[in-house]
């Protein structure tokens, strides 16, 4: 999300290691929501998101005293996010190439302002879905690289691996998504005329 990006303030990490309440709180309003989001993205499902969340975040206020550098906490606590979502998804033995549906969506858009500003039509419902079957290393790369806005050295650190590779992942997920929503698209287009011809018998 473009102009989106909310930034930490360092001063609300220091409270947080500090151990004021407050400031968990405000750290949670902060990140909350996208961090939701983007495990939702990774797992597929928002049950077991809301799940890895809780742990997302009891694991960063347990261990926020370790982060030396406060300015480095984006890069960190995606780093738990990852670890924590892809630990979770194996742990369920679910698919985290899980198809999303509209449905789900929608109540997501009623939600949350900030899930207002997701188109929902049919076209980013395809996007999605052929996110969704990149391998689980190729699709966080996106998502933390698109929604999460995060630099290429960010994401490096955030997944503990070369930028070479992380530009790599990025490389081969567009041309893989680039051949599916080609295919996908066309095969759609096709359906939409034989219906279109059926229907003038």
Same mark, same amino acid.
């Given at each position: 999300?473009?102009?989106?990006?909310?930034?930490?303030?360092?001063?609300?990490?220091?409270?947080?290691?500090?151990?004021e309440?407050?400031?968990?709180?405000?750290?949670?309003?902060?990140?909350?929501k996208?961090?939701?989001?983007?495990?939702?993205?990774?797992?597929?499902?928002?049950?077991?998101?809301?799940?890895?969340? *809780?742990e997302?975040?009891?694991e960063?206020?347990?261990?926020?005293?370790?982060? *030396?550098?406060? !300015?480095?906490?984006?890069?960190?606590?995606?780093?738990?996010l $990852?670890? $924590?979502?892809?630990?979770i998804?194996?742990? !369920?033995?679910?698919?985290?190439?899980?198809?999303?549906?509209?449905?789900?969506?929608? !109540?997501?858009?009623?939600?949350?302002?900030?899930?207002e500003?997701?188109?929902i039509? *049919? $076209?980013?419902?395809?996007?999605?879905?052929?996110i969704?079957?990149?391998?689980?290393?190729m699709?966080?790369t996106v998502?933390?690289?698109?929604?999460n806005?995060? $630099?290429?050295?960010?994401i490096?650190?955030?997944?503990?691996?070369?930028?070479g590779?992380?530009?790599s992942?990025l490389?081969?997920? #567009? #041309?893989?998504?680039?051949?599916?929503?080609?295919?996908?698209?066309?095969? !759609?287009?096709?359906?939409?005329?034989?219906? *279109?011809?059926?229907?003038?018998?």
């Amino acid at each position: 999300m473009k102009g989106d990006k909310r930034m930490v303030d360092s001063d609300l990490i220091k409270r947080c290691q500090q151990g004021e309440e407050e400031a968990y709180d405000e750290l949670y309003k902060t990140v909350g929501k996208k961090a939701l989001w983007t495990t939702y993205l990774l797992a597929g499902n928002m049950n077991i998101a809301e799940d890895i969340i *809780q742990e997302v975040f009891f694991e960063c206020f347990r261990s926020i005293n370790k982060l *030396q550098k406060p !300015e480095l906490f984006p890069v960190w606590f995606n780093r738990i996010l $990852t670890r $924590t979502c892809w630990r979770i998804v194996y742990k !369920e033995k679910k698919k985290a190439a899980k198809s999303l549906d509209d449905e789900v969506l929608v !109540e997501l858009k009623i939600e949350d302002d900030d899930f207002e500003r997701i188109e929902i039509n *049919q $076209t980013n419902l395809k996007i999605r879905e052929a996110i969704n079957r990149l391998s689980p290393s190729m699709r966080a790369t996106v998502i933390l690289h698109y929604y999460n806005e995060m $630099t290429i050295k960010e994401i490096a650190q955030v997944m503990n691996c070369f930028e070479g590779t992380v530009k790599s992942r990025l490389y081969y997920a #567009k #041309k893989v998504l680039g051949k599916e929503l080609k295919r996908e698209l066309a095969d !759609e287009y096709f359906q939409d005329l034989n219906y *279109q011809k059926r229907s003038a018998l």
